[in-house]
């Protein structure tokens, strides 16, 4: 069985920076591309950044360009988001999930991911 599990999330204040990780366990596990999304109070859950597990080929969102980077550790099966330069806006719950299709990561529909971690809670205070 694969289970995602992301940590890191936490409360911090405008300007700070937080990295969150994503811990893949499972036997068999492997992925094409590996993603965070978020979802804020009262919206839909959204794109944030993902990464290409060969060549590690990164694509973000624009709210978050130049502010977020996603790495891998492909020896660990972990994924890592590092956030800085935090707004408030950026307060969500931020999931990882995985995908073994070869689309772009940023347009494939979520219901491609097959994997998804519970998410962990980044709450951002002015």
């Known amino acids: 069985q694969v289970q995602l599990v992301e940590s890191g999330g936490g409360l911090v204040q405008a300007g700070d920076s937080l990295r969150l990780s994503c811990a893949a366990s499972?036997?068999?596990?492997?992925?094409?591309?590996m993603g965070w999304f978020r979802q804020a109070p009262g919206k839909e859950r959204e794109f944030v950044a993902a990464i290409r597990r060969i060549a590690g080929v990164t694509v973000y969102a624009d709210s978050v360009k130049g502010r977020f980077t996603i790495s891998r550790d492909n020896t660990k099966n972990t994924v890592y988001l590092h956030m800085n330069s935090l707004k408030p806006e950026d307060t969500a719950v931020y999931y990882c999930?995985?995908?073994?299709?070869?689309?772009?990561?940023?347009?494939?529909?979520?219901?491609?991911?097959?994997?998804w971690g519970q998410g962990t809670q980044v709450t951002v205070a002015s």
């Open positions: 999930a995985s995908t073994d299709l070869y689309g772009s990561p940023q347009t494939l529909p979520q219901g491609n991911f097959v994997y």
């Open positions: 499972g036997r068999t596990f492997s992925y094409v591309s």
